[in-house]
């Protein structure tokens, strides 16, 4: 198997240089760059299979790269963003980050999420968590073949983890799901202690719908204490 | 008008209920009140004195004079009735000698006394005479002083001196009334931006420069703080970046010693230590600058409690806990994650700090005046020594698992005042320590 391309944006060199180090030994091909546009000239060169984003950069920041990068290059990121900044963290991944780590980290728990992250970005869900055929409920349409989400024959535009997870939800429309699962079916990791990576993801899914319906979106119920639920049409 | 009655009648009750004569106010009226009302008193009685003197001098004059007339002309007629006449229609004795001469026409046997009232007379047939007439005696001197401390003009007097007493006091406790509530508003509120009234400190006199003075001092310990809390922030800052390189090596050590290794274990444990420190610290200081970087957002008090009971079981699943709101669909406006953090913080102490089995609860009801949130553990309590210092940062209570840095609770205070409540703590009389959390009912959402 071909290993996997690594791109580490971080203005700290040195740290770069170490963390390249670890995951060359973990069977990976890391490559650094220091600042937003070099990533962006990098990126137009070819694109990696996964980008380290740190946020916190001078100059243009992380947030700023992210939302530069996220029409053109479609490639999994997982920023890096300072423990305590929530603000970062759910701007973050509203703006299509995959998944975030506070730093400093312990490089584990990175490895953990690199691989967690490429997993779901290639198989699309681990096997059977997808549907196999086309899903219609209450006016949305999901098709896990063509990865598109459409409403009233207007298509929606989702992240690939939002894809997932509504498509999950769809599937089990009417039950339950609690976080512990979809962050587990979905992001493909444990579910941990203050995680909220899930509460974001559900809350921007619940947006988009609601800019394409036009008016507020229940569809997507939180049940308190135990998790999320996609209503089940009534008849 | 009614408004001035209103003010007047609260500020007297106010003056009442706090040991007025206590208050500088009293004190300056008293002193105002007494000297100006004995001053003019005294004033007013010593003119007042001098002035019935001299009328009764001329009363006196006037009525010797018409008698001495009508005894010189019947004595220059030649009228030996003209003593006798002045003797027995009339009260006054007088002693009348002809000018240039010692020697008295009245044959009184006594001298006129020393200090009897002397005029000259000259009568119609232009003769010169010189007439002594003695001076009654006064009245009591007791009953003329009554007489005119009961009369209009004293009055007056104490009309007078009570206003001033009352304007000057105003003039002087009023604006150091202002300062102090100011300086009063100035603590509590934890906001040292604030300054002096403008009106205050606009003011030429003594107080304005006062005012001038603990805007300046209010500056002053704004910019020591502000420093104090931005280096404690960039050292934090900077100690991240070498902290990450740490870990990474720590890691790249691990790679090669294995992974079970005893030594990369502990530098891991080390690394992930100085890292909650330095959150913690950055958490911290961010809480001291104003409003925590969020905004007030409308959110269910149930939902909340229900994520934070969830965090528990995540961290202590043998962990009970009970979590209630009264009314239940209690809604608040305020910034989320400030009220989350301090709840994380007490509940995180709770469960470092008592057994698994010990339980937890929190409940939300609406008091009169503030809605409470009570954070109780069913644990041995907090030494008396210890509650009060609870709240001071880098105090750490003993016994605990060593994982603390004594920054949770003083986070979790500071997040309260930035959202204009306040955290209490006490050992709940059942045993277990409670943590009350007030906030202001506006805060409610409708």
Known sequence: MQSKQILLVDDDVELCELLADYLRHEGFEPESVHNAEAALARLAQGVPDLMVLDIMMPGQSGLELLQQMRPRFKLPVIMLTGRGDDIDRIVGLEMGADDYLAKPCNPRELLARIRAVLRRSQGGGAPGSMPQHVLLLQGISLDPGLREVRINDEPLELTSTEFNLLALLMQNAGQVLSKELLTERVLHRKLTAYDRAMDVHVSRIRQKLATAVGEECDLIKTVRGQGYQFVREER | ?446
Not at chain 2, 87 to 116: C, K, V
Not at chain 2, 157 to 178: E, M
Not at chain 2, 345 to 351: M, S
């Open chain 2, 1 to 446: 008008m009614t408004a001035v009655l209103q003010r007047l009648q609260s500020g007297l009750s106010r003056a009442m209920d706090g040991g007025w004569y206590r208050q500088l106010f009293w004190k300056m009226f008293l002193v105002i009140w007494l000297v100006s009302a004995v001053g003019m008193t005294s004033v007013f009685l010593y003119l007042s004195s001098r002035v019935d003197s001299v009328h009764r001098q001329e009363v006196l004059e006037v009525r010797a004079r018409g008698q001495a007339q009508l005894m010189l002309e019947r004595y220059e007629e030649a009228d030996p009735r003209w003593l006798r006449e002045g003797r027995d229609h009339h009260r006054l004795r007088l002693w009348i000698y002809p000018q240039g001469s010692d020697q008295p026409l009245t044959p009184w046997r006594r001298d006129p006394p020393a200090d009897a009232h002397v005029f000259n007379l000259t009568t119609d047939a232009g003769a010169e005479y010189r007439v002594h007439v003695p001076r009654p005696p006064e009245g009591v001197f007791a009953d003329r002083l009554l007489g005119r401390l009961f009369s209009l003009q004293m009055g007056l007097i104490l009309v007078v001196s009570t206003l001033s007493g009352l304007l000057l006091s105003a003039l002087v406790v009023r604006p150091i009334r202002q300062l102090s509530r100011h300086v009063r508003n100035l603590h509590q509120q934890q906001d040292l931006s604030l300054r002096a009234d403008d009106r205050l400190s606009r003011r030429r006199d003594e107080l304005g420069e006062l005012s001038r003075e603990f805007d300046q001092m209010a500056e002053y310990v704004e910019t020591a703080l502000l420093n104090q809390q931005r280096l404690l922030q960039d050292v934090s800052h900077e100690l991240r970046a070498p902290l990450a390189r740490l870990q990474v090596a720590a890691g790249l050590a691990e790679q090669r010693l294995g992974d079970d290794n005893p030594l990369s274990r502990r530098i891991n444990r080390e690394c992930e230590r100085l890292n909650g420190l330095i959150a913690e610290i950055v958490g911290y200081t961010r809480l001291q600058q104003a409003g925590g970087g969020a905004d007030a957002e409308v959110f269910d008090v149930e939902q909340l409690f229900a994520e934070l009971a969830a965090d528990v079981r995540f961290r202590q699943p043998q962990r009970s806990v009970g979590a209630e709101v009264q009314p239940p669909q209690m809604r608040l406006r305020l910034q989320r994650p400030l009220l989350q953090r301090a709840l994380h913080n007490g509940i995180d102490n709770a469960l470092r700090h008592t057994p698994e089995m010990a339980a937890l609860n929190i409940n939300a009801c609406l008091e009169e005046n503030a809605v409470e949130i009570r954070l109780r553990d069913r644990g041995p309590g907090v030494s008396p020594e210890l509650l009060p210092k609870l709240f001071d940062p880098f105090v750490r209570g003993s016994g605990g698992h060593g994982e603390g840095y004594g920054l949770g609770m003083s986070i979790a205070q500071r997040a309260i005042i930035q959202l204009g409540g306040q955290l209490e703590a006490h050992n709940h009389p059942d045993g277990g320590l409670e943590l009350v959390i007030r906030l202001p009912l506006s805060v409610l959402a409708s």
